[in-house]
């Protein structure tokens, strides 16, 4: 009799001490600029994001980092392509996670004053989201408005006046400037309206773990119709004057057990313990 209670008790502290000590709700985290950093507070900062874009002329290596918006796509006339570069610092989560369950990018569809309207398009195209390859992890934001600045990122270099981007301009080559697995997209057309917020959910979050750690060469935004312009989404970056509109990477994961947890659960089983033993003396 007193051997089945004990085991029992025994059975029953295990099992507190591994659902105490292995969290049994996710966390949900937002890093947006603008906002609280999360796990750490204080005002996060560790958005980067920037649009390059083909220009001709004295304009050839524009930076692009401190516009309110980014511009994705081949517009009209078609000789200035877009892509976007982002990146978002999240080492607050270091030592806090055991495992990452989702990840979704959030954007904003923004008015263009260049375009005149939130999305630039004749018939569909696709945003598509990739991963920057670790050659070209090192881009600089830079702070241009349509401004030439050595040590920023172009669509010629990926820092300008140094070095250039691992593949070709524009960082337009698949598998050597970004990682050619599709992370996420979103299809859009001429009814895609200003304001409107897209949300990006990952197919993949295994390499977020490297972000974590600091290991973090950002994203590469880009459309699947490359070809035909015009076909152009514009989208608000972490320097917009909205700051509801900024980019946000909102991550759901299991946080890692708590130690004063795992103690308490396992102090529960000494107790079963001791009271069997002191049940059989008596």
Not at 43 to 71: C, H, K, P, Q, V
Not at 81 to 106: E, Q
Not at 222 to 239: D, K
Request: hydrophobic share 40%; no cysteine; aromatic share 8%.
């Amino acid at each position: 009799m007193f051997r089945t209670t004990f085991l029992r008790q025994v059975s029953l502290s295990l099992l507190m001490a591994f659902a105490s000590g292995s969290s049994a709700f996710a966390d949900v985290v937002s890093f947006k600029d603008g906002t609280p950093t999360p796990l750490l507070g204080g005002t996060y900062t560790g958005a980067e994001d920037t649009m390059i874009l083909t220009n001709s002329g004295s304009l050839a290596n524009t930076n692009f980092g401190g516009r309110g918006n980014m511009e994705i796509g081949p517009p009209n006339p078609s000789n200035y392509f877009r892509n976007g570069l982002v990146r978002f610092d999240v080492t607050a989560l270091n030592g806090n996670v055991s495992a990452i369950s989702a990840v979704t990018l959030r954007l904003t569809v923004t008015n263009s004053g260049a375009l005149g309207g939130g999305a630039d398009v004749i018939g569909t195209n696709t945003l598509q989201v990739f991963q920057m390859t670790a050659a070209n992890g090192d881009w600089v934001e830079g702070t241009g408005n349509i401004s030439v600045g050595t040590g920023w990122s172009t669509w010629d270099q990926k820092i300008h006046g140094s070095q250039n981007w691992a593949g070709t301009p524009g960082a337009n080559t698949a598998g050597v400037d970004y990682v050619n697995t599709l992370i996420a997209s979103f299809t859009f057309n001429n009814s895609t309206a200003a304001g409107s917020t897209i949300d990006l959910v990952f197919s993949d979050v295994s390499f977020v773990s490297n972000w974590i750690a600091g290991n973090n060469p950002g994203l590469m935004l880009r459309t699947s119709n490359f070809n035909s312009p015009p076909n152009v989404i514009s989208l608000a970056t972490s320097e917009s004057s909205t700051l509801s509109a900024h980019p946000e990477l909102i991550v759901t994961f299991t946080p890692v057990p708590e130690p004063t947890s795992m103690l308490l659960g396992m102090f529960g089983v000494v107790l079963a313990a001791r009271k069997y033993r002191i049940a059989r003396r008596t």
